[in-house]
Nanobody, 112 residues
Framework: VQLQASGGGLVQVGESLRLSCVVS????????MAWYRQAPGKTRKMVAR???????TYADSVQGRFTISRDTAKNTLYLQMDSLKPEDTGVYYC???????WGQGTLVTVSS
């Protein structure tokens, strides 16, 4: 599975970002997909998940601020991140749940 995340950057508190992940070799609509975050000095953790029926779940820390979605025609996964906080800083990865070997992540830095 090839996973290439993009869309990260440096933003201020309260701003928004939209991450994208182009997925190859699997059909994302037939898989449980997720976004994961690895904060500096911490282990990687799931922040958002979308199942085959499009049911979504979120970590408590991002509930109400992040939205996971997918475009089946483009086989691309998205993460809309609003009201960003400094604690959202980290490298974001997309993957299946449970995950395959990790692909390229994208760095999000939220400055106060």
């Amino acid at each position: 599975v090839q996973l290439q995340a993009s869309g990260g950057g440096l933003v201020q508190v309260g701003e928004s970002l939209r991450l994208s992940c182009v997925v190859s070799e699997i059909i994302i609509s037939l898989n449980v997909m997720a976004w994961y975050r690895q904060a500096p000095g911490k282990t990687r953790k799931m922040v958002a998940r979308i199942n085959i029926g499009d049911f979504t779940t979120y970590a408590d820390s991002v509930q109400g601020r992040f939205t996971i979605s997918r475009d089946t025609a483009k086989n691309t996964l998205y993460l809309q991140m609003d009201s960003l906080k400094p604690e959202d800083t980290g490298v974001y990865y997309c993957n299946r749940d449970p995950p395959d070997p990790w692909g390229q992540g994208t760095l999000v830095t939220v400055s106060s």
